[in-house]
T-cell receptor, first 115, second 115 residues
Framework: AQKVTQAQTEISVVEKEDVTLDCVYE???????LFWYKQPPSGELVFLIR??????QNEISGRYSWNFQKSTSSFNFTITASQVVDSAVYFC????????????FGKGNQVVVIP | ETGVTQSPTHLIKTRGQQVTLRCSSQ?????VSWYQQALGQGPQFIFQ???????GRGNFPPRFSGLQFPNYSSELNVNALELDDSALYLC??????????????FGPGTRLTVT
């Protein structure tokens, strides 16, 4: 069974600080996909990144970066130099290749950026 | 390119009633997935439709049912509403079907309140 754990529920940072969101996953599949989504107060889930289980390269996109480590089953997300617009709930999700695309989400991290 | 749309935006129903939620998929997408997101939780997979057939179901009772139409739009029906059905219902569309892995693009959701 697939499972995603996001331990921290709410994280408050002062603007321009960095914030790292932890994600630990469980799966029995050797082929799977990991995602991060952002959910602003409007409610719509915004896709940020997808990683497949065979690609452990870290990725950077602007102020966002992701650290994928299969050895620890983790896919952590860092926002560098946070801005008020980054205030949202961030979800990590897992999809197994045999699981018809269904996403298993963690409980989310509420990030509050204080100006 | 038109994104995923959902209607209505908000809905208030009474316990025991029935409700139908609607979703229009993004252009070029033939797969629709439905998720339920309770307050403070991550989205939970309800079911998925691919080319008008149910293509996987999460741990939800039979009173949750759905349809997909030839234009790939979809409906979620919930019978005999219970208070715990109060949630944000999210629809996501994607390309492909079973075994494929494409990004899912989410709609803005329908906020259902059951009183």
């Amino acid at each position: 069974a697939q499972k995603v754990t996001q331990a921290q529920t709410e994280i408050s940072v002062v603007e321009k600080e960095d914030v790292t969101l932890d994600c630990v996953y469980e799966t029995r599949d050797t082929t799977y996909y990991l995602f991060w989504y952002k959910q602003p107060p409007s409610g719509e889930l915004v896709f940020l990144i997808r990683r497949n289980s065979f690609d452990e390269q870290n990725e950077i996109s602007g102020r966002y970066s992701w650290n994928f480590q299969k050895s620890t089953s983790s896919f952590n997300f860092t926002i560098t130099a946070s801005q008020v617009v980054d205030s949202a709930v961030y979800f990590c999700a897992l999809s197994e290749a045999r699981g018809n695309n269904r996403l298993a989400f963690g409980k989310g991290n509420q990030v509050v950026v204080i100006p | 390119e038109t994104g995923v749309t959902q209607s209505p935006t908000h809905l208030i129903k009474t316990r025991g009633q029935q409700v139908t939620l609607r979703c229009s998929s993004q252009s070029g997408h033939n797969t629709v997935s439905w998720y339920q997101q309770a307050l403070g939780q991550g989205p939970q997979f309800i079911f998925q439709y691919y080319r008008e057939e149910e293509n996987g179901r999460g741990n939800f009772p039979p009173r949750f049912s759905g349809l997909q139409f030839p234009n790939y739009s979809s409906e979620l029906n919930v019978n005999a509403l219970e208070l715990d059905d109060s949630a944000l219902y999210l629809c996501a569309s994607s390309r492909g079907g079973s075994g494929s892995m494409y990004e899912q693009y989410f709609g803005p959701g329908t906020r259902l309140t059951v009183t």
